[in-house]
């Protein structure tokens, strides 16, 4: 005679397939949190700062070593200095031996707002082995100012109200807040191809930032038109001329010639009878021309 508890017990087989697929179910979900970090795709982080793409290099070059080479290749090469884990950039934590993943998340982390208070928290940080804190431990330096008895402050710059984005170098845009390294050397390095920034929206040229980090920068980033490097439309050379995103070789070749024809230009608003010159391109190009 069955009991109750052998009747609950007691599944058809369709049943038995369906229990059986939500174990193996809840067993890939529980190893996949637990391999989670060995699937990370640490190239695709390292689109976020080049710096870390050299570490990531070395340390793919060690594991095509045979085995017994791979303890004596160290990637990246280490530096032990003093350090403040609050402040110090990309290349400082690489120089100190961190792996290019640990840096991108622990500089990941601090964009967020986390602070070390003391040297104990950044033991914290994912993916730092015990033997690697232990070894950084006795270099790390958080700066602090004890200007009221029994309270600690730290000293950090505020981020500044508004910056000339045609003036300001790295250490600066990454004072704003959800800028990084990443996102200051993108502006950068699209400000130099331009010569300078004449409106917010080129940003979006610079990469497609998300909606709510382009409107911070429309308010933080202020644009003086004295900052705009300008190229002599008189003088320049083809390849000067075709070396600016707005010109390209087929414009720069078209203003070449057509500056043989007039000998020189008069006036900026000449470029609109240059062939193939339309109205857009010429708003586009026009700020970077001078007749000076």
């Known amino acids: 005679m069955r009991t109750p508890i052998h009747s609950f017990f007691r599944f058809s087989t369709t049943e038995k397939w369906g229990i059986a697929a939500l174990i193996v179910v809840a067993v890939l979900l529980l190893a996949s949190l637990w391999l989670m970090p060995y699937w990370i795709n640490q190239e695709k982080l390292l689109q976020e700062d080049t710096v870390l793409q050299a ?145 917010h929206e080129q940003l979006l040229e610079a990469y497609r930032f998300p909606d709510s980090t382009y409107d911070m920068l429309k308010r933080k980033l202020i644009i003086q038109p004295s900052g705009v490097h300008k190229i002599k439309l008189n003088t320049a050379s083809e390849e000067e001329l075709k070396a600016h995103p707005y010109i390209g070789a087929k414009y720069a070749s078209h203003i070449i010639i057509y500056r043989e024809s007039i000998h020189q230009f008069e006036k900026i608003e000449q470029l609109k009878q240059v062939p193939l010159m339309n109205e857009e391109n010429y708003r586009k190009i026009a700020p970077y021309l001078s007749i000076d």
């Open 55 to 199: 570490a990531w290099m070395a340390y793919k070059d060690k594991q095509q070593l045979p085995e017994e080479e791979k303890n004596t290749q160290l990637s990246p090469p280490r530096k032990l200095v003093a350090f403040d884990p609050n402040v110090l950039d990309s290349a400082g934590f690489i120089a100190l031996g961190l792996r290019a993943k640990q840096v991108h998340l622990l500089l990941n982390w601090r964009r967020k707002g986390k602070v070390f208070y003391k040297k104990e928290d950044f033991q914290k940080l994912y993916t730092l082995s015990e033997t690697q804190y232990q070894e950084l431990a006795p270099y790390i330096d958080i700066a602090t100012t004890n200007s009221t008895p029994g309270k600690t402050t730290f000293r950090y710059d505020p981020e500044p109200e508004q910056v000339d984005v045609n003036t300001a170098d790295m250490a600066t845009l990454v004072r704003l807040r959800g800028i990084g390294t990443f996102y200051a050397q993108k502006i950068l390095d699209r400000r130099k191809a331009l010569g300078g920034y004449i409106k």
